[in-house]
């Protein structure tokens, strides 16, 4: 597969049907630049149009940090007029979008510093595992930044209203286990343990039916207002689109079997 990758702070691979996306800029503590920002759509896209590609994992290089957020060190320069704010915060937006958008299922494998936009990266994702060295949080009010509304209701979506104001109004940091106990992530594991266990889910995921996955994906978004939602003709389309192929004839016939289905997504 071509890389799509248009930043030198993405790094792509793809195996097994895992692709696996990494924030590299370790000597910042994986802060993501503004062309790192503008990156992600076009890599979401090509990963989301990619039929060997099941399942994605988004991280960060090393085991300091997934992401330790923007790069500050671009605030006096490209953030430093209300328009140029604007300009980052649409860039950080789209990324956000791109990511829940995307019709594969997406995983963040989390190791030290989450924080602020890389936070709201990990939110965008659909499932998110931690190591328990994990640390999160939302400096927004500490900075001065507009938090991107769109952003902020994937927030709400995952933890709920209070819980997403008390980590905006504080700006407070939270470790792994509380993170847990919000549901700001599914499970967390020893940080020596979480490359086995991110690896453990995307495969679990990666041998089920792609079009169950897709359908119950933009359905779940539109339930509860993400990006990636459909229209109830889009969705009752994805769902009929399961009954038709190939794979919902494999799934019978391995149940009968008493075999492992062997699905392709077609």
Known sequence: MPSPVASHS??????SGIATMTIDNEARRNAIDFATWRAFPQVMTTLGADDDVRVVIIRGAGDVAFTAGADIGEFGSLRASPEGGRAYEAANLAAFEAVAACPKP????????????????????DLRIAADDAVFAI??????????????????AA??????????FTARRIEAAEALTLGLVQKVVPAGDI????????ETI??????????AK?????AAGLPGAGTPNDLQALADACFASADYAEGCAAFLGKRSPQFTGR
Not at 161 to 167: G, Q
């Open 10 to 15: 993405l790094r792509l691979s793809v195996a």
């Open 106 to 125: 997406v995983l963040a494998l989390i190791r030290g510093f989450c924080l602020g936009g890389g936070l709201g990266i990990a939110l965008a994702c």
């Open 139 to 156: 400096p927004a009010a500490r900075l001065g930044v507009g938090y991107p509304p769109a952003g902020m209701g994937m927030i709400v």
């Open 159 to 168: 933890i709920g209203a209070a819980a997403a104001k008390d980590l905006i």
């Open 195 to 202: 490359e086995r266990a991110a690896a453990g889910l995307a």
């Open 206 to 215: 990666a041998v089920n039916a792609p079009l169950t996955i897709r359908a």
């Open 218 to 222: 933009a359905a779940v978004a539109t």
